[in-house]
């Protein structure tokens, strides 16, 4: 329950240390899992004291028992083993100090930890954290490679040596961290997170040389998993030898067999690259001779054709034609206007025929008005009117006179 307190009516640190102590005493004993740390035997002392650390979460608990119940497994267990315990929580009320009071001590054995393993594995592949589709390529060539590993390790060697001795330009952000034991998770974690939030690394390796199954267990820890999942970064796992298979390879986008090969993965060789150029310019001066040979080819064709062997042939034979042609339509031309001449002079012929001017011509007049209409009949025209005689060459002016017959 509550406590009712303020700050004129407090309670004393005793007083909240026992009730959190009672509170506790009434906790069933549970059993737990966890990595020794740290081991306390003194000689001649009853109580063992033992740190239980959580790899995975980073937390923990101190664990106190006797020494007889210790003693039964002294011979297998040893600080970084991994045990399973029965034990009750204790408060210890003077210091303030929380506790594990273990009556039973089992060592986790190989078998049990594959099991475990195995079930995280498939629990990881259904949620598809292992799936091909989730894995990102890796850059041709990375301008700045992070590397995960050991310090001073054969692995941090082996990846820096083979690298530049496959390109010297190539740059590391090298972060050392413990590949083993109680804090390995937490700063491996830690490293990965970091080299992935930089915008100028292009790659990760997460790189450990090879041991012992418990060696590896950090690198199958279900929180660093789901770390390399969620990275942007692509992840190169380089954990052990071959045969050794932790969950990180089969989360990582790329699995390299040893350290080495990691940075044979990661970074080319740029002996075979300018190969590969030489090989491609080969293959393309032979591409571009081919082609020209073939032009060539068909350019001699072309001219040994009798078109081309005498081009002013046809421009003779066209010649020919032309003048042929040419010559058809002058005849034509000619016939034509030929005909047209002797059309032109019989009409010319006949208009001249009856034209007035001819009349005119042989003598005769056409007598007219003043207002030019011809006079057709004597009976038309009044006494004494003037009228206008045109003849072949001019006109005159008349008077007209009628006779005695009128």
């Not at 690198?219 to 942007?232: I, P, Y």
Request: proline fraction near 5%; include cysteine; hydrophobic fraction near 45%.
């Amino acid at each position: 329950m509550a406590l009712n307190t303020s700050p004129e009516a407090p309670v004393p640190v005793g007083e909240v240390s026992r009730l959190i102590g009672g509170w506790i005493d009434r906790l069933g004993a549970v059993w737990v899992e966890g990595q020794i740390t740290q081991l306390s035997r003194r000689p001649g002392a009853g109580v063992v004291f033992l740190t239980l650390r959580d790899p995975s979460y980073d937390v923990s608990l101190t664990v106190t028992c006797y020494r007889a119940v210790f003693d039964k497994v002294a011979d297998v267990v040893g600080e970084g083993a991994r045990i399973v315990a029965l034990g009750k929580p204790e408060w210890y009320a003077p210091r303030g100090q929380l506790s594990l009071r273990v009556s039973e001590i089992r060592p986790v054995g190989m078998g049990e930890l594959l099991a475990r393993l195995e079930q995280l594995k498939k629990s990881l592949a259904a949620e598809g954290l292992f799936a091909a589709e989730r894995k990102k390529p890796l850059p041709f060539l990375p301008g700045l490679v992070g590397l995960v590993t050991g310090r001073a390790s054969a692995a941090e060697r082996d990846v820096l040596e083979t690298a530049r001795q496959r390109w010297p330009a190539v740059r590391f952000a090298v972060r050392n961290v413990a590949v083993q034991g109680v804090h390995a998770v937490a700063q491996v974690i830690d490293a990965v997170r970091e080299l992935d939030a930089d915008p100028e690394v292009d790659v990760i390796i997460v790189a450990r040389g090879g041991g012992s199954v418990e060696d590896l267990l950090p690198f199958s820890d279900e929180r660093l998993v789901r770390t390399v999942a969620d990275c942007v970064t692509p992840v190169v796992s380089a954990i052990g030898h071959e045969p050794d298979t932790p969950l990180l390879d089969l989360v990582a986008d790329l699995r390299s067999r040893t350290p080495t090969h990691a940075a044979k993965d990661v970074v080319p060789d740029v002996r075979e690259e300018l190969d590969r150029v030489r090989q491609l310019r080969e293959r393309a001066l032979r591409a571009v001779e081919g082609m020209l040979e073939r032009q060539e080819r068909g350019l001699a064709d072309t001219m040994s054709r009798p078109v081309m062997a005498r081009p002013h042939a046809m421009v003779a034979e066209r010649e020919e034609q032309v003048a042929a042609v040419l010559d058809r339509a002058r005849r034509t031309f000619g016939h034509l206007l030929a005909r047209a001449e002797a059309e032109l002079e019989h009409t010319a012929a006949r208009v001249v025929a009856l034209s007035p001017a001819a009349t005119l011509a042989r003598g005769y007049a056409v007598l007219q008005r003043a207002d030019g209409s011809a006079v057709r009949a004597a009976r038309e025209v009044a006494d004494g009117e003037r009228l206008r005689a045109r003849v072949a060459e001019g006109e005159l002016t008349v008077v007209a006179r009628r006779g005695e017959d009128g």
